[in-house]
Nanobody, 120 residues
Framework: QVQLQESGPGLVKPSQTLSLTCTVSGGSITTSGYYWNWIRQPPGRGLEWIGYITYSGSTYYSPSLKNRTSISRDTSKNQFTLQLISVTPEDAAVYYC????????????WGQGAQVTVSS
């Protein structure tokens, strides 16, 4: 069974860069047919998709966040990383990593979530 675990600082200052890593176990992030996603949920709001990196290393981002977002991977560590630059308090949220099969709508596996606060 594939497991995902988010890690990173829980507190980021405004204008700085948010960086979170998702460590995957029980399966490889290079396995054909999967997208590895970042999703967030601000307080009191619904889920917001941020972007994904594919099994081949291609990336796709939400249009509303693409100018500030970068997703990369380290295949040797079976990890993928989210970087969000120039954060504001609006970026405070629980950040999740999740796996989705290509051409499927539902996410098969989720991390437990990482709370990120943006404050000076």
């Amino acid at each position: 069974q594939v497991q995902l675990q988010e890690s990173g600082p829980g507190l980021v200052k405004p204008s700085q860069t948010l960086s979170l890593t998702c460590t995957v176990s029980g399966g490889s992030i290079t396995t054909s047919g999967y997208y590895w996603n970042w999703i967030r949920q601000p307080p009191g709001r619904g889920l917001e998709w941020i972007g994904y990196i594919t099994y081949s290393g291609s990336t796709y981002y939400s249009p509303s966040l693409k100018n500030r977002t970068s997703i990369s991977r380290d295949t040797s560590k079976n990890q993928f990383t989210l970087q969000l630059i120039s954060v504001t308090p609006e970026d405070a949220a629980v950040y999740y990593c999740a796996r989705r099969r290509v051409r499927h709508c539902e996410y098969e596996d989720w991390g437990q979530g990482a709370q990120v606060t943006v404050s000076s």
